[in-house]
């Protein structure tokens, strides 16, 4: 599709950079299974699209091209969302704009999953819980606060990188991609693990009577004396296996309910 107005010209501001910004946060008020964030996509970067193509027929074409599939991970948006601006106003073909929307869906996709889910989550969740458990009304407070203060400013920080940097911020992206993706699946099994032990509560009760006043205590003669919380780490992972295998999250809740009402009721656990 070829440009009816091809003059190229350094439009957007940083005020505009930033409005766009908050308009990301909608990017998913329009979720359909059709175009999934297509138009959520296209209401985020409206406005620059509007300062860039003055033309209403180029304007119009833009347009539908933003409201093809799109599916991102929404807090990773706005590295989209620069790098297309910057190509948008450099008038890039739209096949250019087109490809590079697609190639970066899935990358961004798996480095926002080990980013967010896997590592700042956790981390902020347990910090939360942490004081929610000595039951400090603080504690989901600061939770949404410290996840919501890290998510926000990385929407703010890859707005301004993407745009700045325009095309070659994709061959940064590929060069930093493992190393980001690793970091963070490492990090974030790392307080997983230390989650495990503080809130999975699974202890035997049970005291064996060997003669002679000697007693045995499962737990801590038996159990902690080969690994500490080795009982939580296995049940976990037991979990994980049953979940891997199909089971549904409901049924090992209930699962889990069961064994701790019977274990408590039989004096096992």
Request: charged content about 15%.
């Amino acid at each position: 599709m070829e440009y009816r107005d091809n003059s190229k010209e350094k439009v957007i501001t940083k005020k505009d950079l930033n409005g766009m910004v908050w308009r990301s946060l909608l990017l998913q008020a329009s979720f359909n299974y059709e175009r999934m964030q297509a138009g959520g996509w296209l209401y985020s970067i409206l406005p620059g699209l509007k300062k860039i193509h003055k033309n209403k027929e180029d304007l119009s074409n833009s347009m539908k091209l933003h409201l093809e599939f799109f599916n991102v991970h929404p807090f990773l948006v706005t590295f989209v969302q620069g790098l297309v601006l910057a190509m948008e106003e450099n008038k890039e073909s739209q096949d250019s704009i087109r490809g590079i929307k697609i190639a970066l869906m899935g990358p961004l996709g798996g480095i926002g999953d080990a980013l967010f889910w896997f590592t700042l989550l956790p981390i902020t969740a347990s910090i939360g819980v942490s004081l929610a458990k000595d039951g400090n009304i603080a504690g989901p407070i600061v939770f949404l606060i410290l996840f919501n203060i890290i998510h926000i400013f990385l929407r703010f920080f890859l707005m301004h990188y993407s745009y700045k940097m325009g095309v070659e911020a994709i061959a940064k992206l590929k060069d930093d991609t493992e190393y980001v993706t690793n970091g963070s699946l490492i990090l974030g099994l790392t307080v997983i693990g230390g989650l495990i032990a503080s809130f999975v509560n699974l202890k035997i009760a049970t005291v064996i009577n060997l003669g002679n006043n000697v007693m045995v205590n499962i737990q801590q003669d038996v159990f902690d004396k080969i690994v500490p919380n080795i009982l939580p780490l296995l049940y976990t992972l037991f979990m994980f296996y049953l979940l891997k295998k199909g089971k549904k999250p409901i049924t090992l809740i209930l699962f889990t309910l069961v064994i701790g009402i019977a274990g408590r009721g039989f004096g096992i656990l």
